[in-house]
């Protein structure tokens, strides 16, 4: 039996019953992968032609997205694996995380700051989970870029949210957590040699800020263009930092955008989808960039809309919602 594997050209022979992943790495197949457990989305690809089985699933539709972890071959398969020049190598691992500082730098953000036990190897733009004791582990996402001395992490305190809370009332520095990761598909293109953007709400600065920390300190001279939406002025974070990298950095362009209230000068009133519709007009001016969008879904969704509209193909955006997750069921005392 025959793997084909799109767009490399390569025909690789297994057994049935073998693991995808595993077959593709086998046979040197350029396919990113992480956590190697279906949890970090890293390892996405797309059946073309034949049936793969995933769990208790036969899977025969054309154009589905697998995790190749998840997938067992059992007969003749084509498919696609997304941008072999882009792999990605960062096998999971667990750290342990000292607690270094805690900032609040508004009301409903904490700025956590971890010195791990051994460095963790990521791709700008990935998260991890934290996880602070039994049953308060959640995802959040890295603001820091791999060689940083310090992992750093933006957490929104939801109200009810159990992992936030303790987070915003129990959390200080000296306290440990684990830390598992990386995980996630929106990290930086490295090769990609044309100009980016780059949309983050509320704490979807977070990676938003890795990614474009990542391409200004490696030298590229590509214009970059950062817009940050936040709901008023007093939502607002993290402004000294993108000023300090605009000192930097000239061919970086910031945008900070609040949706409701009077705003500052400099800052601009409105949507973020409104901003990028009246600075790029044109239903071409896009073409050659490449997005990334971090943030609520809501807010995800419309600024790819507007990204597509002007030109961005859907397949160059690369997006991160943050679900809010509800609050952590207890036992009754």
């Known amino acids: 039996m025959q793997l084909h594997v799109q767009p490399t050209g390569q025909s690789i022979g297994f057994a049935s019953g073998d ?45 589905q997205t697998v995790l190749a972890c998840q997938a067992s071959l059992t007969g003749d398969c084509t498919i696609a694996i997304p941008e072999p020049d882009e792999i990605v190598v960062h096998p999971a691992r667990i750290l342990k995380g000292t607690v270094e500082s805690i900032e609040a730098p508004v009301h409903d953000v904490r700025i956590v700051r971890f010195r791990t036990n051994r460095p963790l190897s990521f791709s700008p733009g990935q998260f991890a989970t934290l996880q602070f ?68 709400g509320g704490t979807g600065l977070a990676p938003v800020l890795s990614i474009t920390r990542a391409s200004l300190e490696a030298g590229n001279r590509r214009p970059v263009h950062l817009y940050f939406g936040v709901r008023s002025e007093e939502d607002l974070y993290g402004a000294q930092t993108l000023a300090d990298l605009q000192r930097r950095y000239p061919n970086l362009l910031v945008q900070i955008v609040v949706a409701s209230g009077p705003a500052q000068e400099g800052h601009r009133a409105g949507l973020v989808p409104d901003a990028i519709a009246a600075d790029w007009p044109g239903a071409d001016d896009l073409l050659d960039f490449r997005g990334y969008v971090c943030g609520s879904p809501p807010m995800v969704d419309a600024v790819t809309a507007a990204l597509v509209a002007r030109g961005l193909d859907p397949s160059r955006i690369y997006a991160d919602a943050f679900f809010t997750q509800p609050p952590i069921a207890t036992q009754p005392a």
């Open 19 to 63: 693991n995808l992943l595993d077959t593709l790495r086998q046979a040197s197949v350029p396919i990113s992968y992480s956590c190697s457990a279906g949890r970090c989305g890293t390892c996405r690809c797309t059946l073309i032609d034949g049936s793969l089985q995933v769990g208790s699933e036969h899977i025969d539709s054309p154009s």
């Open 133 to 200: 004791g039994p049953g308060l582990e959640r995802p959040y996402s890295m603001a820091s870029v791999e060689g940083d001395n310090l992992l750093e992490f933006h957490i929104r305190i939801v109200p009810g949210g159990t992992v936030s809370r303790h987070v915003a009332n129990v959390l200080r520095p000296g306290d440990t957590a684990r830390i598992g990761g990386p995980l996630g598909t929106s990290y930086l293109r490295r090769t990609h040699d044309g100009p980016i953007i780059c949309v983050g």
